[in-house]
Nanobody
Framework: QVQLVESGGDLVQPGGSLRLSCVAS????????MGWYRQRPGQQRELVAT???????NYADSVKGRFTISRDNAKKTIYLQMNSLKPEDTAVYYC???????????????YGQGTQVTVSS
């Protein structure tokens, strides 16, 4: 069984910073990519940032220059450093991982339970 556990969500003032973490655990053969998605109130889940095993990154236009995704492959952990936060960044942030649980498995996508980020004065 695969688990993705996020942490770091909080209430922060506009212009502030937060760092989210996500740890993958369980039966994992290989992780292809990991990333962060978010769901703002009344909206669909959207991509925030992704990072491949080799470190290639991709960001939503709305967070470019403010957010930075990084990963520690040995720890099966990714981070999202969020700076210059805006009220519109308020959302539940979900960790995602594309991985295989065995050498014979296909690549599947998993999500964590989410962590709340609220940007408000």
């Amino acid at each position: 069984q695969v688990q993705l556990v996020e942490s770091g969500g909080d209430l922060v003032q506009p212009g502030g910073s937060l760092r989210l973490s996500c740890v993958a655990s369980g039966t994992i053969f290989t992780i292809t990519a990991m990333g962060w998605y978010r769901q703002r109130p009344g909206q669909q889940r959207e991509l925030v940032a992704t990072i491949t095993k080799r470190g290639n990154t991709n960001y939503a236009d709305s967070v470019k220059g403010r957010f930075t995704i990084s990963r520690d492959n040995a720890k099966k952990t990714i981070y999202l450093q969020m700076n210059s936060l805006k009220p519109e960044d308020t959302a539940v942030y979900y960790c995602n991982s594309d991985l295989r649980i065995s050498i014979t498995d296909i690549t599947r996508s998993y999500y964590g339970q989410g962590t709340q980020v609220t940007v408000s004065s």
